[in-house]
């Protein structure tokens, strides 16, 4: 597609439950970014993959976050057991390679409400 | 770790003025700064990039400015538009050889008629 796109738009799940959201990026780019977004504040690292490879999870808060990218195009983030402070929007992001080179571009999001 | 502060308080001006926006960061020096911009329920929008050895950066009615001495990078809109509302986002690099981004709260930005 023309942009990064994600799935679901918006996810309302209960507490416990199990969550995936999935992100296409630009066709042709191998870096591959994950952010969370709370409400009124910046996005907040979780994770990059330089092709299939996590180059960096340093921002994952904890073993219930993982994600994926089997084929280095597609990625998946999984989050298990939610929890009332998972809520946020999930924003996915792309790049051709590594950002220090240009722009992030972003897909619209994910909100993920758990209740 | 890396901290970066811009103006908290939504910033409010009169169409045609100048808005200008902050963002402080402590710590290690960035080898470079990004400036987005963010619509509500959207994902953020790049808009300039400027790299330590830069002082300064143009594009259109936007200029960027960083200074290292002070650690501190002004966004300026000049002749401002209502179209210009929005939330403006600060991102320095996470300080090591990969592509990490690290974002500031951001600043909401309010362009009245």
């Known amino acids: 597609g023309a942009g990064v796109s994600q799935t679901p738009s918006n996810k309302v799940t209960e507490k416990g439950k199990y969550v995936e959201l999935r992100c296409d990026p630009i066709?042709?780019?191998?870096?591959l970014y994950w952010y969370r977004q709370s409400l009124g504040q910046g996005p907040e690292f979780l994770i990059y993959f330089q092709g299939t490879g996590a180059a960096d999870d340093s921002g994952l808060p904890n073993d219930r976050f993982f994600a994926v990218r089997p084929e280095g195009s597609v990625s998946t983030l999984k989050i298990q057991r939610t929890e009332r402070g998972d809520s946020a929007v999930y924003l996915c992001?792309?790049?051709?390679?590594?950002?220090?080179?240009?722009?992030?571009?972003f897909g619209e999001g994910s909100r993920l409400t758990v209740l | 770790s890396q901290k970066i502060e811009q103006n908290s308080e939504a910033l409010n001006i009169q169409e045609g003025k100048t808005a200008t926006l902050t963002c402080n960061y402590t710590?290690?020096?960035?080898?470079?700064l990004q400036w987005y911009r963010q619509d509500p329920g959207r994902g953020p929008v790049f808009l300039l990039l400027?790299?330590?050895?830069?002082k300064e950066k143009r594009k259109e009615r936007l200029k960027v400015t960083f200074d290292t001495t002070l650690k501190q990078s002004l966004f300026h809109i000049t002749a401002s538009q209502p179209a210009d509302s929005a939330t403006y986002l600060c991102a320095l690099d996470g300080g090591n050889q990969g592509g990490k981004l690290i974002f500031g709260q951001g600043t909401e930005l309010s362009v009245k008629p």
């Open positions: 992001a792309s790049t051709p390679g590594l950002a220090n080179t240009g722009e992030l571009f």
């Open positions: 710590n290690y020096s960035p080898a470079y």
């Open positions: 066709s042709g780019h191998t870096a």
């Open positions: 400027i790299r330590e050895n830069e």
